[in-house]
């Protein structure tokens, strides 16, 4: 253990070095330090870039900077810093940085983003990949599963479907539920392991019954389609309402569409529209897409044009091109 956290440390250090060495290509100083008003790393008294004191930090609740360890107003500083942490990434950066630096694994996650996206930091994937395996090693699952993404996707490195399910199998022994669901996929589509749809269920339950509430899609996808178990409707319908009460916005969206083509289950637009609304309230486009056509062509509900054309909205908002180009040829309004 104690070799391990000197291995650990040593890591950290060496990566220290290189996050705050880019630009001076020279390792960081011993005595170096993050900014915590800035997140600029800097030696001696004063931060070489917004000058103020080693040790300043700005209260999250009331805007004071404070030297000392607790605000007039009753803040403190670690507790503030996690309020900067869970901001948004422009505003977050000073608290990432620094709370990365003294080997937090969620803020050393955070960090990774920076480095992937190139937002504050000149992007670089070797240094996001040794954020990852920093926090990973100190048993933090999230750390493995975003590495194990990476390796999947293929997309920042070299496509790697065997590093990905190994990364995928340590998240999922220290509790990741997500990770489960990778696992159970591999299973369902024979990737680089033997197709197994009953091992991929195995997998899916486990994964649902600790709280990934899309897992219980995919095992109600099994049941419609007979995949590795005997061939249910009604089971299969059960399980996509398990997976719509565990706040899954697919098996809602999902639920909406057999409701409105009478797919499984006998037609009721009424219904249906009831599935795509919860949908679209938890942010499903596809939803907002379905709503704003019932409501533009009448279908299973009096049409409305407005209402056509606010769904459409909504759904441009969220990002769909075919929403804005509907809302566009709806209102007569460029899109
Ligand atoms: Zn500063
Ligand atoms: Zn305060």
Same mark, same amino acid.
């Given at each position: 253990?104690?070799?391990?956290?000197?291995?650990?440390?040593?890591?950290?250090?060496?990566?220290?070095?290189?996050?705050?060495?880019? +630009?001076?290509?020279?390792?960081?100083?011993?005595?170096?330090?993050?900014?915590?008003?800035? /997140?600029?790393?800097?030696?001696?008294?004063?931060?070489?870039?917004?000058?103020?004191?080693?040790?300043?930090?700005?209260?999250?609740?009331?805007? &004071?900077?404070?030297?000392?360890?607790?605000?007039?107003?009753? &803040?403190?500083? %670690?507790?503030?810093?996690?309020?900067?942490?869970?901001?948004?990434?422009?505003?977050?950066?000073?608290?990432?940085?620094?709370?990365?630096?003294?080997?937090?694994?969620?803020?050393?996650?955070?960090? @990774?983003?920076?480095?992937?996206?190139?937002?504050?930091?000149?992007?670089?994937?070797?240094?996001?990949?040794?954020?990852? %395996?920093?926090?990973?090693?100190?048993?933090?699952?999230?750390? !493995?599963?975003?590495?194990? &993404?990476? !390796?999947?996707? /293929?997309?920042?490195?070299?496509?790697?479907?065997?590093?990905?399910?190994?990364?995928?199998?340590? +998240? @999922?022994?220290?509790?990741?539920?997500?990770?489960?669901?990778?696992? /159970?996929?591999?299973?369902?589509?024979?990737?680089?392991?033997?197709?197994?749809? @009953?091992?991929?269920?195995?997998?899916?339950?486990?994964?649902?019954?600790?709280?990934?509430?899309?897992?219980?899609?995919?095992?109600?996808?099994?049941?419609?389609?007979?995949?590795?178990? %005997?061939?249910?409707?009604?089971?299969?319908?059960?399980?996509?309402?398990?997976?719509? %009460?565990?706040?899954?916005?697919?098996?809602?969206?999902?639920?909406?569409?057999?409701?409105?083509?009478?797919?499984?289950?006998?037609?009721?637009?009424?219904?249906?529209?009831?599935?795509?609304?919860?949908?679209?309230?938890?942010?499903?486009?596809?939803?907002?897409?379905?709503?704003?056509?019932?409501?533009?062509?009448?279908?299973?509900?009096?049409?409305?044009?407005?209402?056509?054309?606010?769904?459409?909205?909504?759904?441009?908002? +969220?990002?769909?091109?075919? /929403?804005?180009?509907?809302?566009?040829?709806?209102?007569?309004?460029?899109?």
């Amino acid at each position: 253990m104690r070799n391990k956290r000197c291995v650990l440390l040593l890591s950290l250090l060496i990566l220290l070095g290189l996050v705050f060495s880019a +630009a001076a290509e020279e390792p960081a100083p011993a005595d170096s330090w993050v900014c915590m008003l800035c /997140g600029t790393e800097s030696t001696g008294d004063a931060c070489s870039a917004c000058l103020s004191v080693k040790g300043v930090w700005r209260c999250h609740g009331c805007g &004071k900077r404070n030297l000392q360890g607790i605000c007039a107003c009753g &803040k403190s500083r %670690e507790e503030s810093l996690d309020e900067y942490l869970a901001e948004d990434m422009m505003t977050a950066f000073p608290a990432v940085h620094y709370l990365a630096a003294t080997g937090r694994p969620d803020a050393l996650c955070l960090l @990774a983003k920076y480095w992937e996206t190139g937002l504050r930091l000149s992007q670089d994937v070797t240094h996001a990949l040794s954020c990852y %395996e920093l926090a990973g090693a100190s048993d933090y699952a999230p750390a !493995y599963l975003a590495l194990g &993404k990476i !390796y999947d996707q /293929g997309e920042l490195v070299e496509q790697d479907s065997y590093q990905a399910m190994e990364l995928f199998q340590k +998240a @999922a022994d220290l509790g990741s539920a997500e990770a489960l669901w990778f696992l /159970g996929s591999y299973y369902e589509e024979g990737r680089i392991v033997t197709l197994d749809y @009953a091992k991929a269920m195995d997998y899916y339950r486990q994964a649902a019954e600790k709280g990934d509430a899309d897992s219980w899609m995919n095992i109600a996808y099994c049941y419609a389609l007979g995949k590795g178990v %005997e061939r249910e409707i009604d089971t299969a319908l059960e399980y996509y309402l398990k997976a719509a %009460e565990a706040g899954s916005h697919l098996a809602c969206d999902y639920l909406g569409y057999l409701y409105m083509t009478g797919d499984l289950v006998e037609a009721d637009p009424e219904k249906g529209l009831e599935w795509y609304r919860k949908a679209a309230a938890m942010g499903n486009s596809r939803s907002m897409m379905a709503l704003g056509y019932a409501y533009q062509t009448g279908e299973g509900i009096q049409a409305d044009p407005q209402e056509a054309a606010r769904w459409y909205e909504q759904a441009a908002l +969220a990002g769909r091109t075919d /929403g804005a180009a509907a809302w566009a040829s709806l209102t007569g309004a460029a899109p």
